[in-house]
């Protein structure tokens, strides 16, 4: 499995931008689906973006579609969310995971990192 790390939460005011960056260590990154998800408190976890192994295909929760943006550089082994227009309902802890080929869950999981936007 990869290991993955993520950066960039912060506060943010409504309409403001963020860039959630997940590094990941491991020589298999390219073979992995990433995603982002995020959790509020008392709230199961939420998919919010996927992107396949090559970067070709993409996937949003509905209520971030046109304002977010799930990027990867194989490369790198960087998974990215750019994050646009954001309300204070996207207040949670976003997460970075990633799916091995020979899983049919995502089972590598990052700590998380905040992000809160206010009103």
């Known amino acids: 499995q990869v290991q993955l790390v993520e950066s960039g939460g912060g506060l943010v005011q409504t309409g403001g931008s963020l860039r959630l960056s997940c590094a990941a260590s491991?020589?298999?990154?390219?073979?992995?689906?990433m995603a982002w998800f995020r959790q509020t408190p008392g709230k199961e976890r939420e998919f919010v973006a996927r992107?396949?192994?090559?970067?070709?295909?993409?996937y949003y929760k509905d209520s971030v579609k046109g304002r977010f943006t799930i990027s990867r550089d194989n490369t790198k082994n960087t998974v990215d969310l750019q994050m646009n227009s954001l309300k204070p309902e996207d207040t949670a802890v976003y997460f970075c995971?990633?799916?091995?080929?020979?899983?049919?869950?995502?089972?590598?999981w990052g700590q998380g990192t905040q992000v809160t936007v206010s009103s």
């Open positions: 491991g020589r298999t990154f390219s073979d992995y689906v």
């Open positions: 995971a990633g799916r091995s080929p020979d899983s049919l869950k995502f089972n590598s």
């Open positions: 992107i396949n192994w090559s970067g070709g295909a993409t």
